[in-house]
């Protein structure tokens, strides 16, 4: 099975660890693989291709990765999960929900999240533009570039996380043969 994961930790939240899985056709689906996967972290989202084909899943023919009793013992299981999650309580309350609401409609109020700190920033929207263009004009921090630098910035970063996830793939695939041998 070829996996790609992303572990996210929020302040004040549990991490999320959210999987891209692939196997390949002629591969087994090995529940201890997805058990292995379910245990990275408190909460996991996985997605991607396992090659499971049944018939009752709108697939002209049914393999051994789509076998009824797996299938439905993989959907119970992910059922599970998803019956015992719950959203994070509220830090506002219901007057203080609305009145935020309220000052995110004005067009003259920006509100934004402090950089640090968790924190909410009310400021006038003329003074908030103000300071992004004094910042902005600072050429001794900023330059102005004559290509968008995105595509080749996305290409390297894709290129990080697809190392890191391969290595991080060995540690799972040698912890888990660790585990089965002791």
Known sequence: ??????????????????VSAYLA?????????????FNLGPAVIIA???NCKHEQWN???TNPNGRKEDAEAIRQDISSVLRRSRLPKPNLTRA?????KNIRNKPEITV??????????????????????????????????KTDPTDKVTKQTIAVMKKHSEIKLRRIRTH???????
């Open 112 to 145: 934004l999240r402090a950089d640090k700190g968790n924190a909410t920033v009310v400021m006038d929207t003329s003074d908030y533009n103000s300071k992004i263009q004094d910042l902005l004009s600072d050429e001794s921090t900023y330059k102005k570039v």
């Open 96 to 100: 203080e929900y609305i009145a935020l």
């Open 48 to 50: 991607g291709d396992l």
């Open 59 to 61: 697939c002209n023919t």
């Open 25 to 37: 056709c002629q591969k087994t689906l090995i529940k201890k693989d997805l058990e292995t996967l």
């Open 176 to 182: 888990t043969i660790l585990r089965q041998s002791a």
């Open 1 to 18: 099975m070829e996996v790609s994961a992303c572990r996210l930790a929020m302040t004040g939240h549990q991490p999320l660890v959210i």
